[in-house]
């Protein structure tokens, strides 16, 4: 089974629809967004594939833990995780404040490690798995003024990409991350336009650009792949 959090729409919902084409069943995870979620599933099960909504709060540890072990009660083992869910605070550094830092810390960086923890075990004994993390060039590869709390989430959440794809490599499990650059995102919407001039290709990319990228990383084609943060941002990193 695959697991995608913050799958109801945008980059989320383009990987659950291209893992469930590689014949993966898709746990669609959202925390509000339920016509989002339910809507994604529809749209895989016409295209024959299988997949089902799950709701928990990312950053709520005990609603995680509940809704991973209805699914392996019910579906089975996570072998599949990416770590999408992911949230803005902007602000510059002076006010920033503690609550606006620590939230995108918790959502963006905790989160996506207690899962990855979570679903190691089941990986380590089945000597297979794949883990994603959705990054972004800002932390990673660049500054962005005003996104002091989201570039350290980020380019934390990179940093345990590579550490814990050293960790598990002898075993069959591969952890990687891709670095998004602008893209057309309920994320990005009030940046956009103002981005657009600085990307080398000119334009923003699609979701279904990053989420190539991401069933690339989770097919049997690159299981010599792991520690690796791949940029796709149209040269943005450059």
Same mark, same amino acid.
């Given at each position: 089974?695959?697991?995608?959090?913050?799958?109801?729409?945008?980059?989320?919902?383009?990987?659950?629809?291209?893992?469930?084409?590689?014949?993966?069943?898709?746990?669609?995870?959202?925390?509000?967004?339920?016509?989002?979620?339910?809507?994604?599933?529809?749209?895989?099960?016409?295209?024959?594939?299988?997949?089902?909504?799950?709701?928990?709060?990312?950053?709520?540890?005990?609603?995680?833990?509940? $809704?991973? %072990?209805? +699914?392996?009660?019910?579906?089975?083992? =996570?072998? @599949?995780? !990416?770590?999408?869910? *992911? /949230?803005?605070?902007?602000?510059?550094?002076?006010?920033?404040?503690?609550?606006?830092?620590?939230?995108?810390?918790?959502?963006?960086?905790?989160?996506?490690?207690?899962?990855?923890?979570?679903?190691?075990?089941?990986?380590?004994?089945?000597?297979?798995?794949?883990?994603?993390?959705?990054?972004?060039?800002?932390?990673?590869?660049?500054?962005?003024?005003?996104?002091?709390?989201?570039?350290? $989430?980020? %380019?934390? +959440?990179?940093?345990?990409?590579?550490? =814990?794809? @050293?960790? !598990?490599?002898?075993? *069959? /499990?591969?952890?990687?991350?891709?670095?998004?650059?602008?893209?057309?995102?309920?994320?990005?919407?009030?940046?956009?336009?103002?981005?657009?001039?600085?990307?080398?290709?000119?334009?923003?990319?699609?979701?279904?650009?990053?989420?190539?990228?991401?069933?690339?990383?989770?097919?049997?084609?690159?299981?010599?792949?792991?520690?690796?943060?791949?940029?796709?941002?149209?040269?943005?990193?450059?």
């Amino acid at each position: 089974m695959a697991l995608v959090t913050g799958a109801s729409r945008g980059i989320g919902a383009a990987t659950a629809r291209a893992l469930a084409r590689d014949g993966w069943r898709v746990a669609v995870n959202y925390r509000a967004d339920e016509a989002g979620a339910l809507a994604t599933c529809e749209a895989i099960g016409e295209s024959g594939g299988t997949a089902f909504p799950v709701r928990a709060d990312v950053a709520d540890p005990e609603a995680c833990e509940r $809704a991973l %072990a209805e +699914l392996e009660e019910e579906v089975g083992p =996570v072998l @599949v995780l !990416v770590n999408n869910a *992911g /949230i803005r605070r902007d602000g510059l550094a002076p006010q920033l404040s503690d609550d606006d830092w620590a939230a995108v810390l918790d959502v963006n960086l905790s989160a996506p490690f207690r899962l990855t923890r979570r679903v190691l075990g089941p990986m380590l004994r089945r000597r297979f798995g794949r883990i994603v993390n959705v990054v972004s060039v800002v932390g990673p590869l660049r500054a962005n003024a005003g996104q002091a709390n989201y570039a350290a $989430a980020k %380019a934390g +959440l990179a940093a345990v990409t590579r550490t =814990v794809a @050293v960790e !598990v490599a002898r075993r *069959g /499990i591969t952890v990687n991350a891709v670095a998004p650059g602008l893209v057309e995102t309920e994320l990005t919407k009030d940046v956009g336009e103002r981005l657009v001039p600085l990307v080398p290709a000119r334009r923003a990319g699609t979701c279904e650009e990053i989420a190539a990228v991401v069933r690339f990383l989770c097919s049997p084609e690159a299981s010599y792949v792991t520690g690796a943060v791949i940029p796709v941002d149209g040269g943005l990193s450059a």
